[in-house]
């Protein structure tokens, strides 16, 4: 919780593996550990680390696997990785800004070396596939935005091979519908029409944010049979607008939630994300017209189930299905008196009923605390680690100060570009 509301832009300035040097392995194995601690007792049985490894190796992969082996937390685990510059996909940054900062204008992933990571990627998938029944395994292209239509051909063919879903984020700010619209003129200015010429646009396929999205290509993701997982309280806190969530329901979009990741969200909580879901519905249209607390539940549950490859075996109870369970304390004032359950589970709640979590079978939380793990060790830590954390984040800071007044520019003038499609409460500020 270093970061205040930034646009995504700059965040990435602040937050992003490449921006910081290499975290040691007992860093990434903290701070996998409690991300996953913060899920079991907000209820979550499964998370999905769309993780970045900076450098990506073998070792550090291993401190995050061995961290989920240690919890035993469901985990679907997938690596992100591109090969386009920022510098070059982001409207208006190699214009305003000074080119002696170009250096500085980090991104998701490291450029260059995306082959060599995908070759990564499939190595230590066939190296850990069989590790643990309750980790598998997902093909993660940072964005459209960010990769090559050479790069997205090979993972369509990866995933195929493989049987893998895929993840990759997909319009989740303004500034990045103004840069497809304008660089992508062979697909229509349209990132979908690009995924879709890659082979990737199909069942397997999971779009994160998806808010700048056009009706037709809300449409063409709906004929495709791909889905999308919405992050609204990470959206809000990054002023990347609100996702068209009733039109991607008309349209009969397969629909997940997600909580997005500790940093530009601050809170792994599904409560969170259900309340949003329903709320922010009513700002494209004040009418009734859903979704309503059941269809929240099965985003979060079901929907999110199927979106990873683990329909059958997670977000239901049935006969046959792996017994991941959350308990709730009905005596908790949420639920008192009890009127109707899946309301005031969408409405009333943000986790503290939470009793207990069992993945598997196995109790992972019983009285509200995870009991996997020594937290209070885990704890102890954290803390001793955050020193150096906190050293190297004043430094990314102070490197911030001085691109600040250029990529504020940068993204003031993104505003000024019409993208076809408006997301914001409010008219255009610029």
């Known amino acids: 919780m270093l970061i205040d509301t930034l646009p995504l832009n700059l965040w990435f300035l602040n937050a992003l593996p490449p921006v910081y040097p290499p975290r040691s392995l007992a860093e990434i194995r903290a701070r996998t550990l409690l991300g996953a601690v913060e899920c079991l007792e907000a209820g979550m049985t499964t998370t999905q680390d769309m993780v970045t490894l900076f450098p990506a190796d073998e070792a550090r992969l291993d401190a995050v696997l061995q961290a989920y082996d240690e919890i035993g937390i469901r985990a679907v685990m997938s690596l992100q990785f591109g090969d386009l510059r920022a510098l070059d996909r982001v409207p208006y940054w190699r214009e305003v800004v000074p080119e002696a900062l170009h250096d500085r204008l980090g991104a998701a992933v490291a450029p260059g070396t995306a082959d060599k990571m995908l070759d990564f990627v499939e190595g230590a998938y066939l190296a850990n596939r069989d590790r643990s029944p309750l980790i598998s395994w997902a093909l993660s292209p940072t964005s459209p935005a960010m990769a090559s239509a050479e790069l997205l051909s090979r993972v369509a063919r990866l995933a195929a091979r493989h049987d893998l879903p895929v993840t990759t984020h997909l319009y989740e700010t303004r500034a990045e519908a103004v840069s497809s619209r304008k660089l992508l003129g062979e697909h229509g200015g349209s990132e979908v029409r690009l995924l879709a010429a890659a082979g990737l646009l199909g069942p397997r396929l999971t779009l994160a944010h998806a808010i700048w999205l056009l009706d037709e290509e809300i449409d063409l993701i709906a004929a495709a049979g791909a889905g999308v997982v919405l992050n609204p309280a990470g959206n809000l806190k990054t002023k990347s607008g609100v996702a068209p969530i009733r039109r991607l329901r008309a349209a009969g979009v397969e629909i997940a939630l997600g909580s997005d990741n500790c940093s530009c969200n601050d809170a792994q909580n599904m409560f969170q994300a259900m309340k949003l879901f329903c709320g922010l519905a009513a700002i494209e249209d004040p009418e009734d017209g859903g979704p309503d607390a059941e269809a929240a539940i099965a985003a ?92 190297d984040a004043a430094e990314v800071a102070a490197r911030f100060d001085e691109l600040a007044p250029h990529v504020w520019e940068a993204w003031r003038r993104s505003w000024r570009d019409d993208v076809g499609v408006h997301r914001y409460v409010g008219r255009s500020p610029f």
Do not use: M, W
């Open 300 to 391: 979060a549950t079901r929907g999110g189930a199927r979106r990873l490859g683990l329909a059958g075996a997670v977000g239901e109870i049935e006969v046959g299905a792996a017994a991941d369970l959350v308990l709730l304390d009905l005596s908790r004032p949420s639920f008192v008196p009890l009127n109707h359950a899946a309301r005031q589970l969408v409405y009333g709640e943000a986790g503290a009923a939470v009793d207990k979590v069992l993945v598997a079978g196995r109790l992972l939380v019983d009285g509200g605390r995870c009991i996997a793990v020594d937290r209070a060790a885990l704890a102890r830590e954290a803390e001793e680690l955050a020193e150096g954390l906190r050293a």
